[in-house]
């Protein structure tokens, strides 16, 4: 009987675990002023995104700020979706990085960040942190830092609602100066 309950949790928290909007990759862009700077999610499982917002802290603040509901975005099923800078234009995401699907993508302000700022995603009814990338104040100079660059989640890790650095490989800053068609 022991072994029954214990294989019923295993099945339960495996469902509810598995329908997780991941942060997978921040890019700060190699055109004028770090454009396009997208964020990458990806629906593990199928992710009603109407039940999260993205949220930005920038620079040394320590108040999460500019929430963006991520409803819009839908349901979505073991795909990636984007988070793209409102004044990058997502014409210029997806003509910089081809990979990024227009149907699959938002614009926010949210994404107006440094390259150096965090970002997370919570459960809007619970404001339980579900992923999260970066911590502490401003990250410049620190091993988190993004700018003119990209940072990229290991394969086969998962969000724990901290920032967990050991998660993440980073481009060195400035990587994609010379990069893209800008």
Not at 89 to 94: E, I, K, N, R, V
Not at 110 to 130: C, E, F, P, Y
Not at 163 to 177: H, I, Q, R, S
Request: glycine share 8%; charged share 15%; aromatic share 10%.
């Amino acid at each position: 009987m022991k072994k029954i309950y214990t294989l019923s949790f295993i099945l339960f928290t495996s469902a509810v675990f598995s329908q997780t909007p991941v942060i997978t990759a921040l890019v700060d862009g190699p055109c004028t002023g770090g454009t396009p700077k997208v964020l990458e999610i990806y629906a593990n499982g199928a992710v009603n995104f109407t039940l999260f917002t993205l949220e930005n802290q920038t620079n040394a603040n320590t108040t999460w700020t500019f929430p963006q509901s991520l409803s819009a975005l839908g349901t979505r099923t073991n795909e990636f979706v984007y988070v793209v800078m409102t004044n990058s234009t997502l014409s210029l995401a997806t003509t910089e990085f081809p990979g990024i699907v227009a149907g699959n993508s938002i614009e926010s302000s949210t994404m107006n960040l440094n390259g150096d700022d965090k970002v997370r995603i919570i459960n809007t009814a619970t404001s339980v942190v579900i992923d999260q990338f970066g911590t502490g104040g401003d990250g410049t100079g620190l091993t988190w830092e993004w700018q003119d660059s990209y940072a990229k989640r290991k394969n086969g890790t998962v969000p724990t609602g901290a920032y967990v650095e050991v998660d993440w490989t980073f481009a060195a800053v400035k990587t994609l100066d010379t990069a893209g068609l800008c």
